[in-house]
C-alpha cells in the first residue's frame, strides 16, 4: 500500500503530538504533584450536618495522632465553612471537603490543591503546602504567616462569584 510522503509526515506529527503531551502529563504529575482526584467515598450531602465528620462543630484544622494535619471544609452555596482555616507548610495534609448543595469547585492559590467537590461524595486532596510558594504570591502576616486565598472555582448559580474563604500557612 502507498502512503503519500505528506500524509506520512503527518502520521509522524500526530504521534509526536500524543507523545508530548503523554509527557507533560507524566512532568506535571512528577514535578507539580498534579493528580487526578481518586478518591471514592459517599456521603449523604443533604445530611453532613448529622455526620459525625461534617457537623458544623467538626469542622476545621485538626491534627490527628500521626501527625498528619486533617482540615475539613464544608462548602455551600455561597459560602465555604470555615471561611478561615490555618495549615502548616512543609507538613503533610489532608483536606476533607464535602458539598451540601450543587457542584462546587475548591483551589488554594499557590498550591496544588484543586478538586472538584461533587455532591455525594468526600473529596480528598493529600498535599504538602510549599511556605515558599505561596509567600510569593499571598497577603504577609505581622506573625509571619502568608494568606491566601480559597476559591470555588465551579460555576455553581449566581453567588459563585463570592463564594471564597482564606487559608492562613504558617511558617513550619
Ligand atoms: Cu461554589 Cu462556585
Known sequence: MAIHPLERRWFVVSILLVLVMGLFVLYTAWAAGIHPP?????????????????????LGVERTKDGTVVARIVMARYMV????????????????????????????AGTNIGTQVVPGYVSEVRTTIRFDRVAAIGTANPDGSVTVPLFCNEYCGLG???MWGRVRVTKP
Open 160 to 162: 459563585h462569584q463570592s
Open 38 to 58: 481518586s478518591n471514592v467515598e459517599a456521603i449523604d450531602s443533604t445530611r453532613l450536618h448529622l455526620t459525625p465528620e461534617f457537623a458544623e462543630d467538626h
Open 81 to 108: 465553612h470555615p471561611q478561615e482555616i490555618t495549615l502548616p507548610a512543609d507538613t503533610p495534609i489532608v483536606i476533607r471537603a464535602a458539598s451540601a448543595d450543587v457542584l462546587h469547585g475548591l483551589h488554594v
